[in-house]
């Protein structure tokens, strides 16, 4: 019998892996949650013990606890996490695409970034280190988490019953269909940010804001330059709103 027969849902093993890797993963973005339960739902497909339900709650829960343990360090340890996870150019970007997203899309991105590459641990923790709304934050994190798991564990079963015989087969189908699903997921949220992108583009040639013609590329790559990013869409550097505002004097002819 192999290692992955005996995740059945009578196996301690099997509850602590669901708990705990996606709990874990949040901070640790190397452990493989999705991985894990999509791999439960494999080898648990040929059992219909209603003990399956308490696996797929075992892994919310660990997602929903992942969540916000990102929250509360972002919020806690600000100065700590963001040496740790936003020091650098990139670290800078995928802030600020965190930022500018979480203002625009509110509990949506909260939701949605679980299936986004890179987004889940941005999001939390920025979350956090703008002390976004706690209970807005809970309840977005308790919706994704639940679908998340939901979503998973159902990729895994559907793979492990074509396969009943087979187990490496029902994993790869599986792992197949949700890199997939992740891909559709991801150029969908691409050609809505260049849609956006375009829209603002058309809007700046008749006076639109600064940086309107950029789409928003994502967590790991965001357009323009560093410093444009602490601003947000639509408003103009600091120092250029102080010279609209003071009157300007043209110096005495003599």
Request: aromatic fraction near 8%; proline fraction near 6%.
């Amino acid at each position: 019998m192999s290692v992955l027969e005996t995740l059945q849902v009578d196996s301690v093993l099997s509850y602590l892996i669901a708990l705990v890797i996606p709990a874990l993963d949040a901070i640790f973005p190397v452990l493989p949650s999705e991985t894990a339960v999509i791999t439960l739902g494999v080898t648990t497909a040929g059992s219909t013990d209603p003990r399956i339900a308490l696996l797929v709650a075992c892994a919310a829960a660990g997602a929903f606890l992942g969540d916000n343990l990102c929250y509360l360090l972002g919020r806690r340890f600000g100065p700590a996490v963001e040496r740790r996870f936003f020091a650098g150019p990139k670290g800078t970007r995928t802030r600020a695409w965190a930022e500018r997203s979480l203002e625009r899309y509110g509990p949506q991105l909260i939701i949605v970034c679980r299936f986004i590459p890179g987004g889940r641990t941005a999001v939390t923790l920025t979350c956090g280190l703008v002390e976004y709304q706690r209970r807005r934050f809970v309840a977005a994190t308790a919706v994704a988490a639940v679908i998340w798991a939901l979503y998973a564990f159902l990729i895994g079963r559907i793979g492990g019953r074509a396969f009943e015989h087979n187990i490496w087969a029902g994993l790869a189908v599986a792992f197949g269909a949700s890199i997939a699903l992740s891909g559709v997921i991801e150029l969908i949220r691409r050609l809505h940010g260049r849609r956006r992108g375009q829209g603002g583009g058309r809007g700046g040639g008749q006076g639109g804001g600064h940086g309107a013609g950029r789409a928003d590329a994502g967590p790991d790559r965001i357009g323009g330059s560093d410093q444009e990013f602490p601003q947000r869409d639509g408003q103009q550097p600091e120092a250029r709103q102080r010279a609209e505002r003071e009157p300007r004097h043209r110096p005495r002819e003599p």
